[in-house]
């Protein structure tokens, strides 16, 4: 094959055209074309009123060689050989099957590989199913009514099922093609694998992570819901098994720990059981919400109606005057802002998008980093213990029902509670209560974000428009701790491989799923695959 990069298309040309400059590029007849493939496709809108879409391409062509020999020009080279390799397995031998605990992105991919090299593993999940799950979720929503292992951090799929479904990454993995391919062929829409931002969105998302766990199934693997790791055994500082819901023991020599960021009582579990963690820094902040028509319009100028486009998107930063930072996070277009506590008495949000992005409002999290030096703690769960506090607060700041606090961004810059909404209807349900942020918050962190506004609206024209809501809190954007594992990714007990956002070695679908692939290459390297 033959690689052909910065091929541009303006808006108004079709997909049609792309054979044509093919055959111009590399002076060839049609009759020599066997095929071609989109590698990657993005969007350069850096000229609103030249907005082009540029690809990367992938070309089958006779006489392959003959061609690049005459064509010299960077931008056509041979297409590198980047699939995926599974590793050599090793020759000690497992008494019993791996068991991964999570079905998140890292725990779900740890899982299918080691289902596809004959490891047979046994896959514990605390949360239901995921169309039980999504009941309980849509019952939260509509009534306030949280179950504490079946929310949007507990069940299959992870935290990620109820999000935008973000296959962007800036980790440069051949393992991420790999990931691509596998969520395609269990249902996602192909376009993810050239898409230079891809999305699945919750609704397919659902529907994928149901087919992996059947080809995990398929495959020899056993998939257990309703199903927490609540103790290890452990003898000799190895892992020896795994206690489930403090009855039953799996025996097992090596484990995936994929619990995600939000498995607190897991956390004080491995504390207890002397697992070496550290504290790690996060961030905390708001959901803020504007019309996505205004995004639209500010990013794409005068072509921001047409189709093509979809929903734009943004990404900002902006360092503030007191040393920290402030950014955007996980922006949704055209979602919602969802509730996401797993815990009782705490509020926590979280953004979604369904594939389709078509929702009146574009949401993200805007949050300011925070770390160990703001715990005043040097207990390893210090910052589970700070986000825990904040989250209280904003239960209380939202009428102590699960409603969440809210404010207009003019209130929020005038130091003033809100009383009335603007033009923004918030999408957070089951509601919001309208007060004063800087009750759920720490002033640093309000200060930061009121610096942030004005200079971030500078760089996207509507950022701080004064109708737009903001919703608190978001203190999930990572993992409060690291659990600390050795260049054979095994932590201080041998077979335990902690893996994913959860365990600090990741921030995103991707990268987590990835991380999974890793711990699951380790143990395959170690140990021969079941018989």
């Known amino acids: 094959m033959i690689r052909i990069a910065e091929i541009k298309l303006s808006i108004d040309q079709n997909e049609e055209m792309l054979k ?56 056509i080279i041979k297409t590198p050989n980047k699939a995926y390799q599974y590793v050599e397995t090793g020759s000690s031998k497992l008494s019993y099957p791996p068991v991964v605990i999570g079905t998140g992105p890292a725990g779900l991919f740890a899982g299918l590989i080691l289902a596809r090299m004959g490891y047979r593993p046994i896959i514990l999940e605390r949360g239901k199913a995921v169309d039980e799950r999504s009941r309980d979720v849509a019952d939260f929503w509509k009534n306030g009514k949280l179950d504490p292992e079946s929310n949007v951090q507990f069940g299959e799929g992870g935290a990620g099922t109820f999000s935008d479904g973000k296959l962007t990454t800036q980790i440069k993995d051949i393992r991420c093609r790999k990931i691509l391919e596998e969520l395609v062929e269990a249902g996602a829409p192909e376009e993810i694998i050239y898409y230079s931002k891809p999305h699945v969105g919750t609704d397919h998302l659902r529907r994928v992570v149901k087919n992996i766990r059947e080809t995990i199934i398929a495959l020899g693997g056993e998939v257990r ?21 403090h009855e039953e023991v799996i025996p097992t020599e090596a484990v995936v720990l994929a619990v995600g960021h939000s498995a607190r009582d897991t956390f004080h579990m491995l504390y207890e059981n002397k697992i070496d963690i550290q504290q790690k820094a996060f961030s905390i902040g708001v959901r803020i919400e504007h019309p996505q028509e205004i995004i639209n319009k500010s990013q794409y100028g005068t072509c921001w109606e047409n189709s093509k486009l979809g929903a734009a998107d943004y990404k900002l930063s902006y360092h503030a005057r007191n040393g920290r930072s402030a950014y955007t996070f996980c922006m949704c277009p055209g979602g919602q802002v969802v509730a996401a506590a797993s815990d009782e008495g705490g509020v926590v949000t979280n953004g979604m998008s369904y594939y389709a992005r078509n929702l009146e409002n574009a949401n993200s999290a805007l949050l300011v980093g925070v770390g160990p030096e703001d715990f ?3 207990h390893p769960l210090a910052g589970v213990f700070f986000q825990e506090k904040w989250e209280k607060e904003a239960f209380k700041a939202g009428g102590s029902n699960y409603h969440a606090p809210a404010q207009l961004v003019k209130d929020f810059l005038q130091d003033v509670s809100s009383t009335e909404l603007g033009k923004v209807k918030p999408s957070y349900t089951p509601g919001v209560h309208l007060t004063d942020l800087r009750e759920c918050l720490p002033n640093f962190v309000t200060e930061t ?32 701790i690291r659990i600390l594992r050795n260049q054979d990714l095994e932590s201080n007990i041998i ?37």
């Open 495 to 531: 077979g335990l491989y902690p893996s994913g956002e959860g365990a600090g070695y990741a921030g995103g679908i991707i990268s987590a799923a990835v991380d999974g692939i890793k711990v699951a290459e380790a143990i395959a390297k170690k140990y021969a695959p079941l018989q």
């Open 225 to 245: 819901f309703s199903s927490k790791a609540t103790n290890f055994i452990i003898k000799e500082d190895k892992i020896a098994g795994v206690e489930v819901n």
């Open 20 to 75: 044509d400059i093919i055959l111009k590029k590399l002076k060839v007849n049609e009759t020599d074309l066997k095929g071609y493939t989109i590698y990657k496709k993005s969007i350069d809108a850096r000229k609103k009123d030249q907005i082009q879409f540029v690809y990367t391409l992938d070309v089958d062509i006779k006489n392959e060689d003959k061609v690049l020999n005459r064509i010299k020009d960077k931008n």
């Open 376 to 378: 005043h703690d040097n």
């Open 449 to 480: 974000m009121k610096e942030a506004l004005l200079e971030l609206d500078k760089k996207l024209k509507g950022f701080a428009m004064g109708d737009s809501i903001m919703t608190g809190v978001e203190t999930r954007s990572s993992s409060p």
